[in-house]
């Protein structure tokens, strides 16, 4: 895989193991030339307001995606037509990368709306970046300049102007019922009077998580809905897989401060984001939830959508450990948080994958050892068949898991302090094969982890100052 500009924008070289162009790629790509954003629209009707898109393949296949917003519990809500113009389509623009990578249409022919050059070329950054591990795993060569260009139809009327809004200083704060949003939860969910959770397609760990919050009565619930045309398409062998997530639900969360009301959009969202997947290169998993997509995607919303809108990852100062530790101090939602993506759909722990391990390790140093039994059910230090995910998190394999998980310091540093923790002749499996592959390096102390600080984010100074009188109550607690 060839990246010709590199976030820093230098050019540089990053990954070319593979010889040759993935060649389903150029047969799909000549096959259907030109990917459509044919229409979108919008209506209200028993509470519910649906938003709609119509995109298509050089008029052979089309999809018709949809996000209905559930409005029951806002009596007065009324929206400005160009207001709402202006977010559906970029929430539009946000949605259709999860149907162009089918086949990786060299055009995208736009014909509700003509942008210019600075917006075009700030799309085509987040979405080149954004599919760096779909490219990456189906071995695709592009780059930025090659992998697709906008086009416009002739009678495009000008994007819509920016708008302003007259906000409460409150937060939203999105849930996706993992331990990150709960720490922003049990922070700020008691700051201000009319926090609202947000939640994109619902489960049972996410209502866990605002129950015990007690935001039960304050949720603004998404239901984004997967056209199907795309999921046969993936039966049938067009390409498929990771896209950036994080940066559409950046802007169903625009969408969410109109409704609200609310100005503060809060993520959680951690410095460690911004680590590659792959050492060395520019693809990471997480690139939506990175810093630098977190600044392109402040100045975008001000310049184009709504000035009036503070979009910010509270969580960003703090790395996995310190995430991990304030957490802890978290027990009413020790039995209601899950970070496994495999057992999602069952609200469970599949105790087997690579976020499962993560947020065992992350979490041994702070619980004891029947606490996490409590939370997993067993204890994943001693099943040997996870050593390879090992080996993955503590960057022992040429590649970090696909998955949202910390650093490789964070990770060794945990399983350095475990490992001291434990008595010699009851080291469990996995940390024996820990001390094995890592015998002669030495870790950053978990007491300097716990004392870090990333200057990089934000945050205001009131919001700063909150985050940091937390973590060091927990530090006094914990060093």
């Not at 592009?142 to 409460?168: C, G, I, Q, V």
């Not at 200083?169 to 709960?182: A, E, R, T």
């Not at 922070?187 to 619902?202: D, E, H, K, R």
């Not at 993520?267 to 690139?287: M, V």
Request: glycine share 4%; hydrophobic share 40%; net charge neutral.
């Amino acid at each position: 895989m060839v990246f010709t500009e590199s976030n820093n924008k230098k050019n540089t070289i990053v990954h070319m193991t593979r010889l040759s162009m993935n060649k389903k790629f150029e047969q799909l790509r000549k096959h259907y030339p030109v990917f459509t954003f044919e229409d979108l629209g919008w209506d209200m009707k028993d509470k519910i307001l649906t938003l709609r898109f119509h995109f298509h393949l050089d008029n052979q296949i089309h999809f018709y995606p949809e996000h209905a917003i559930d409005l029951k519990g806002f009596p007065n809500v009324e929206f400005e037509e160009e207001m709402m113009k202006n977010l559906v389509f970029h929430l539009g623009m946000a949605e259709l990368v999860s149907y162009w990578k089918a086949t990786c249409s060299p055009v995208v022919y736009i014909k509700s709306f003509r942008m210019n050059t600075i917006q075009a070329n700030w799309w085509k950054k987040l979405y080149y970046h954004g599919l760096g591990e779909f490219f990456y795993l189906n071995q695709i060569e592009t780059s930025l300049h090659e992998f697709m260009s906008f086009s416009y139809d002739k009678w495009a009327r000008s994007f819509p102007m920016p708008f302003r809004l007259n906000l409460k200083d409150d937060f939203i704060i999105p849930v996706g019922g993992g331990k990150d949003s709960v720490v922003t939860l049990s922070i700020l969910g008691a700051t201000s009077p009319s926090t609202y959770a947000l939640v994109v397609n619902q489960r049972e760990a996410t209502r866990q998580c605002i129950k015990a919050a007690g935001l039960q009565k304050r949720v603004l619930e998404v239901k984004r809905t997967i056209h199907p045309t795309l999921l046969e398409l993936n039966e049938k062998g067009f390409l498929n897989g990771h896209t950036p997530f994080s940066s559409l639900l950046a802007f169903v969360s625009l969408m969410a401060s109109a409704i609200t009301g609310n100005r503060n959009i809060a993520l959680s969202n951690e410095s460690s984001a911004n680590e590659a997947t792959i050492p060395g290169t520019d693809i990471n998993h997480q690139y939506s939830k990175s810093y630098e997509f977190e600044q392109d995607f402040r100045w975008y919303a001000s310049k184009f959508i709504c000035p009036d809108i503070n979009y910010f990852s509270f969580l960003r100062p703090l790395n996995e450990l310190q995430i991990a530790a304030l957490f802890s101090k978290n027990q009413e939602y020790f039995n209601a948080f899950k970070s496994c993506n495999v057992g999602s759909k069952t609200d469970t722990w599949c105790c087997n994958c690579s976020k499962c391990l993560f947020t065992f390790i992350m979490l041994s140093p702070f619980l004891e050892k029947s606490v996490m039994k409590q939370i997993f059910s067993e204890d994943l230090l001693e099943k040997e068949n996870l050593k390879p995910v090992l080996e993955q998190l503590a960057g022992a394999a040429k590649e970090k898991p696909f998955e949202c998980v910390g650093t490789i310091n964070e990770v060794n540093s945990a399983l350095g302090h475990l490992c001291k923790n434990y008595p010699e002749n009851e080291l469990p499996a996995l940390l024996q094969h820990f001390r094995k592959i890592t015998a002669g390096i030495s870790f950053t102390p978990i007491k300097k982890e716990l004392e870090y600080w990333n200057v990089f984010h934000s945050l205001s100074a009131d919001l700063e100052k909150i985050l940091k009188d937390r973590l060091k109550m927990v530090q006094q607690q914990i060093l």
